[in-house]
T-cell receptor, first 114, second 113 residues
Framework: EPEVTQTPSHQVTQMGQEVILRCVPI?????FYWYRQILGQKVEFLVS????????KSEIFDDQFSVERPDGSNFTLKIRSTKLEDSAMYFC????????????FGPGTRLTVL | QKEVEQNSGPLSVPEGAIASLNCTYS??????FFWYRQYSGKSPELIMS????GDKEDGRFTAQLNKASQYVSLLIRDSQPSDSATYLC?????????????FGKGTLLTVNP
């Protein structure tokens, strides 16, 4: 069964450093998303991406964040200068054209900012 | 502010019992409703979606939607210890090509053998 994959599974970085989280969505999906979940809190929407542009972004997704689809398979989230409060699980999700409402989540990347 | 509210639990049921999980949402234009299961340290796993008022059954799971009351629920019949997880209610307010999900905090379910 097709699934969303994410790398790395765990990323440790120093405050102020740049990180790139990578995702490979389900192959025939066209809608891509990033969510985050701070430990013990709810899953929060960050950004949605369709047709090579951002569809919507949340207040969390400030100028320090960016997304890119550098090729036909990868979807990345970059945090330019990480803060302690960026420590969280970051989930990539994707959905298909036939059923764009239904989103499938990847296993997540645990980001730890020291 | 679009909110999704769930009782955080924990909800504890014996094996074989029916577990009932509830969710309310604040945005009346919400169109699509989802239940995800999340094991500790893992990602949300889709269980069911529901779009119309009434019941939708899939195996041991039944989702119920009442748009007038802004209420959606999930029933798990014949609960198993492997059902022990946090159940997340998610709501989608669709508009154009925007399909973001708003999640509740989740209800922790424990099924006791």
């Amino acid at each position: 069964e097709p699934e969303v994959t994410q790398t790395p599974s765990h990323q440790v970085t120093q405050m102020g450093q740049e990180v790139i989280l990578r995702c490979v969505p389900i192959s025939n999906h066209l809608y891509f998303y990033w969510y985050r979940q701070i430990l013990g809190q709810k899953v929060e929407f960050l950004v949605s991406f369709y047709n090579n542009e951002i569809s919507e972004k949340s207040e969390i997704f400030d100028d320090q964040f960016s997304v890119e689809r550098p090729d036909g398979s990868n979807f990345t989230l970059k945090i330019r200068s990480t803060k302690l409060e960026d420590s969280a699980m970051y989930f990539c999700a994707s959905s298909g054209l036939a059923d764009p409402d239904t989103q499938y989540f990847g296993p997540g990347t645990r980001l730890t900012v020291l | 502010q679009k909110e999704v509210e769930q009782n955080s639990g924990p909800l504890s049921v014996p094996e074989g019992a029916i577990a009932s999980l509830n969710c309310t949402y604040s945005d009346r234009v919400s169109q699509s409703f989802f239940w995800y299961r999340q094991y500790s340290g893992k990602s949300p796993e889709l269980i069911m979606s529901i779009y119309s008022n009434g019941d939708k059954e899939d195996g041991r799971f039944t989702a119920q939607l009442n748009k007038a009351s802004q209420y959606v629920s999930l029933l798990i019949r014949d609960s198993q210890p492997s059902d022990s997880a946090t159940y997340l209610c998610a709501v989608n307010v669709t508009g154009g090509s925007n399909y973001k999900l708003t999640f509740g905090k989740g209800t922790l379910l424990t099924v006791n053998p």
